[in-house]
């Protein structure tokens, strides 16, 4: 029972240490309660009315989330918000609700992981039925643009569009990317953080993603940054995996005659390679510079 109330209120204070040490890195984070249960068996970190945000960039507000941990492993806990969530950012004229929100936060010596599983998140006319994401955060901030500032990996299912697309539908069956951010971002306002971070040499290495839409899956991966005028550039490699049954959709849909189609499979069958898992790829460089 000591050890219990004795770490309950370490983790009270440590709570309000990390807080502060956020709000130092210009992040802003506020609750209107805190809370330590679980006696004698889980330690249960309770927070209503939880918010964070970064200026005007962003704001995320939970109702109500916990995280519970046992007494014997502090550096594992399970995190809770069964009431979900909203979120506004910057540039999106609409608010972003979750229905429900779960996770784990794992605290180790040189990175904390935190893996966390959003249901049926929904806005701006959009609503996918579930997004999970994998963020780990270096224990070190990085002191330039060849560290590590944030690796991430993020999966979307079922994306429904505000409008369908010819040829593709309204559906994104399945949207995965994995990244890394090079370079630390500094405190303060997002644009002047976001424009340091550039000068420093800041890049977002794209290790890998996968869309599939409707007879559409692409691949990529590449390097992406900002210019002087704070607009995206970027040198990937995208792989567009079985195009005959991308041209078949176009065909059903009527953007390409049969003849036609034919004519195409012939020249692109041609140009394809034959991966490991017996499917074509049509890769090609793509370019993005000067809004181009």
């Known amino acids: 029972a000591a050890y219990w109330v004795l770490t309950a209120n370490r983790l009270q204070a440590g709570l309000d240490k990390w807080a502060a040490e956020w709000r130092a890195r210009g992040y802003e984070l506020g609750w209107s309660k805190e809370a330590v249960a679980g006696f004698p068996f889980a330690f249960r970190v309770m927070l209503a009315d939880a918010s964070i945000a970064r200026g005007n960039s962003y704001r995320v507000t939970v109702p109500e989330i916990s995280g519970t941990a046992a007494p014997w492993d ?10 979900g969530g909203s979120g506004t950012v910057q540039g999106v004229d609409a608010t972003i609700t979750a229905q429900s929100l779960s996770g784990d936060i794992v605290l180790g010596a040189d990175a904390n992981d935190l893996s966390v599983s959003v249901l049926r998140l929904a806005g701006a006319g959009a609503a996918a039925g ?8 270096p224990r070190i901030a ?12 993020m999966r979307l299912f079922h994306l429904t569009l505000p409008k369908p697309v010819k040829a ?4 994104i069956e399945n949207f995965a990317v994995d990244f890394r951010i090079m370079g630390g971002l500094p405190p303060g306002d997002w644009r002047a953080a976001l424009a340091a971070w550039r000068d420093d040499g800041g890049t977002v290495e794209l290790t890998q993603s996968d869309l599939q ?6 691949e990529a991966d590449g390097t992406l940054a900002l210019d002087g005028d704070m607009q995206p550039i970027a040198a ?3 792989s567009i ?11 059903a849909a009527g953007m390409l005659s049969s003849r036609n189609a034919v004519l195409v499979k012939l020249v692109l069958d041609v140009i394809a390679s034959r991966g490991a898992d017996g499917q074509t790829r049509l890769a090609a460089p793509v370019t993005v510079q000067d809004g181009k």
């Open 74 to 83: 502090l550096s594992r806990w399970r995190l809770a918000a069964p009431r």
């Open 130 to 137: 579930e997004l999970a994401a994998r963020l780990s955060l």
């Open 142 to 153: 990085p002191r330039g643009h060849g560290d590590l500032g944030l690796a991430a990996s």
């Open 168 to 171: 593709l539908g309204d559906t």
């Open 213 to 218: 839409w409707g007879a559409l899956r692409l």
């Open 236 to 238: 990937l490699r995208a």
């Open 241 to 251: 995996v079985d195009h005959a049954a991308l041209l078949d959709a176009a065909v």
